[in-house]
């Protein structure tokens, strides 16, 4: 059961409220009992004239030493209360919690240095009832932190999930924190690192790394911490750190277990994830000296299959623009080398028909009208104007027939 730092009220349900009052008629039979009423009780540090406002106990005392001190127990009932009255050890629960052990498991620490007058204590309804009590520090008491309580319990019966009867020690108590002289070690150390990478179906954001681990006190003084996560890929590519939630108060030789996550880690294939715990001192103590962080390393794969889907993908779609473009040039090729040879056969047919039709005719010289010559018959030369002309007339042939007959 925890106990709370302040004062503690208990609330113990026997059953539901009683009805009013009714006379009962004088038969043989015995009346039929009422239902118990709810009771409530609390502890807390006191003195001899009643509750002074301290939270908790908390000493400081040398080995040997004694002390007497007192203890208020508030009956808030309506009815008288009997409530087993002890002192026992704490311990720190996994999850951070501030517990003592049970009722029926005896206190080898501070539980055992503290003495009552008696083991039982009856207190009138809404009273209260300051109780005095003995603190003995052995000689060997070592230095440091030393946690307990002190604890008003009521064992009660109840019925579990198959309605059976179970015996219940409802406790209520006020926390001691005793320091015994001497050196103080503070320290912590960070075990069993586990680190697991969750990957994101977006290739474009990272994953979550969550780290849980378990910081243990291995001093002498009670301590709260920060913890703190960092990761990084190959030759520290990619590093990210993060911090945690602040740690509760871990006693002396306790341990818990804490969780720390970072998101947008990126995949890079193995990271090393490294956990850190920076002690602190709980409430207004002053650690002298001041301790070290310790730190915890591991790796983890984080392989990094949607951006590897995602390459693969872009190099799907760069083949097949590659492929098409590649594809196109081809038909461009083709469509341009077809072209090519019509045209060449087109000129080849062109030529053809040339040659198997007329020659082109060549055009006669101006003024000049041939004949066909032959061999056996000089051709004859045309009359000319000149031959009719007179005497004295230069009848020479002009240029131009002599063009004609070099021509021949």
Do not use: C
Not at 324 to 347: M, N, Y
């Amino acid at each position: 059961m925890r106990l709370l730092a302040a004062i503690a009220t208990g609330i113990v349900l026997f059953g539901a409220a009683p009805a009013p009052p009714t006379p009962s008629p004088p038969t043989p039979s015995p009346p039929a009992p009422s239902a118990p009423s709810a009771v409530t009780w609390g502890v807390s540090p006191s003195s001899a004239k009643g509750p002074n406002g301290r939270p908790a106990f908390t000493y400081k005392l040398d080995p040997g030493a004694t002390l007497t001190d007192y203890v208020a127990v508030t009956n808030h009932s309506s009815r008288p209360l009997t409530l087993n009255l002890y002192a026992s050890d704490a311990f720190t629960t996994a999850q951070g919690g501030f517990d003592l052990l049970a009722g029926g498991q005896k206190p080898t620490d501070v539980g055992a240095w503290v003495r009552f007058t008696g083991a039982t204590v009856t207190i009138p309804s809404t009273s209260r009832l300051d109780i005095p009590f003995t603190l003995t520090v052995p000689n060997n008491a070592t230095p440091g932190d030393h946690a307990g309580g002190i604890v008003a319990s009521l064992a009660a019966t109840a019925a579990d999930a198959q309605g059976n009867q179970v015996a219940v020690d409802h406790r209520v108590g006020a926390r001691i924190y005793l320091r015994v002289s001497g050196e103080l070690r503070p320290a912590l150390a960070v075990e069993d690192l586990r680190v697991r990478h969750t990957g994101s179906l977006n290739p474009l954001a990272g994953g979550t790394l969550t780290a849980t681990f378990t910081v243990r006190n291995t001093g002498n003084v009670r301590l709260t911490g920060q913890p703190a996560l960092a990761a990084s890929g190959p030759f520290g590519l990619g590093r990210r750190s993060t911090d945690g939630a602040a740690l509760a108060e871990i006693l002396p030789g306790g341990e818990l277990t804490t969780t720390v996550r970072m998101t947008g880690v990126p995949p890079l294939f193995q990271l090393t994830a490294s956990a850190a715990v920076a002690p602190a001192a709980v409430g207004d103590q002053v650690l002298d000296p001041q301790p070290h962080s310790r730190t915890a390393r591991t790796t983890v794969w984080a392989m990094p299959w949607p951006q590897m889907g995602l390459l693969v993908l872009l190099a799907l779609v760069g083949w097949a623009l590659i492929a098409a473009r590649r594809r196109r040039a081809r038909q461009i090729a083709r469509t341009v080398a077809a072209a090519r040879e019509e045209g060449r056969s087109e000129s080849s047919r062109e030529t053809e028909r040339t040659l198997d039709g007329r020659e082109a005719p060549v055009p006669a010289a101006i003024g000049v009208s041939r004949q066909p010559s032959s061999d056996s018959e000089p051709p004859q030369r045309p009359a000319s104007d000149a031959d009719d002309r007179g005497p004295g007339h230069n009848n020479r042939q002009p240029d131009i027939d002599r063009t004609v007959q070099d021509e021949r």
